[in-house]
């Protein structure tokens, strides 16, 4: 249920709705968003029914069409930056991706076709993949030029939304970081147990960058030396994810809750350390 790309050719569909939903702090697995959807082999999934799955997950997927390439910019400039991400349907409308941020002239993507899935596009590129050319109707002789745009709108109380910078995006589409994305829905799982969602009125606050400053040395020594053949370099990664994922959704720990997080970020630490390296039996059978 992380960031990475689709196993057929069928499934863009329910992948970028899936995808959405991550940017609004919602994680689903795609084959249950293809269920709800009545994905088909066949078929794929057409705007009807990602609208319909979107609504299952208390959203609503808006359908805006332009005919004029600036109008579209500006309608899905306006739409991420109102913080909703938006489905197009690009390559002559037989492919879903996901925008999820622009800066300075280019567009940041989520598209399971791809590997990694998340690309960075300029305007001219995404322009000629979003664009739709038909027969006019009132004038068979011309072409219509359409550009049909998806925000999906939570209906809920969004607590967190993720904010995709070119930066962050640099960062995840570099190849070891693959695993990471990958695993992109255990962080946030884990996280959001661990951390709250910064508001206007949060106050005693820390971000996980400063928790780590204070404590990550002590937890990259300690899970080294419990486990033996984990490196501290190794732990250090695991740790820097946490921050990545952490900042993306502005997560912060409550200063007294400082003892209770490095707590939990240990145990985390030690379950990843032993599901991954094996772990020897210890102190018998006490």
């Not at 004029?68 to 879903?96: F, I, T």
Request: hydrophobic letters at 40%; charged letters at 25%.
């Amino acid at each position: 249920m992380g960031l990475y790309p689709q196993p057929n050719k069928w499934q863009c569909g329910p992948f970028a709705l899936k995808y959405a939903l991550i940017m609004l702090g919602r994680i689903v697995d795609e084959n249950v968003v293809s269920r709800v959807a009545g994905t088909h082999w066949w078929n794929g999934t057409d705007e009807i029914k990602l609208a319909r799955a979107a609504k299952a997950y208390n959203c609503e997927m808006k359908v805006i069409r332009r005919k004029n390439s600036l109008r579209a910019k500006r309608e899905l400039l306006l739409v991420l930056k109102k913080g909703y991400p938006a489905l197009l349907c690009v390559d002559a409308w037989n492919h879903w991706i996901t925008v999820v941020g622009a800066e300075r002239g280019k567009f940041i993507t989520i598209d399971s076709r791809e590997a990694p899935v998340v690309c960075i596009e300029t305007w001219l590129s995404l322009k000629k993949r979003w664009v739709y050319a038909e027969p006019d109707p009132e004038d068979p002789t011309q072409q219509r030029r359409l550009y049909d745009l998806h925000p999906v709108i939570p209906k809920f109380r969004v607590r967190t939304k993720a904010r995709f910078s070119l930066k962050r995006a640099h960062y995840l589409r570099r190849p070891e970081n693959n695993a990471f994305a990958q695993s992109w829905d255990e962080y946030f799982n884990d996280l959001s147990h661990i951390c709250i969602p910064r508001t206007p009125r949060a106050e005693k606050v820390i971000s996980m960058g400063e928790l780590l400053r204070r404590h990550g040395a002590m937890l990259r020594e300690q899970i080294a030396f419990w486990h033996g053949t984990v490196s501290r370099e190794r732990v250090g990664k695991v740790l820097r994810n946490m921050q990545f994922v952490a900042d993306t959704y502005d997560f912060v720990v409550r200063v007294e809750d400082e003892k209770r997080a490095i707590a939990a970020i240990t145990v985390n630490l030690a379950f990843w350390a032993a599901s991954t390296y094996g772990v020897n039996a210890i102190y018998g059978n006490a």
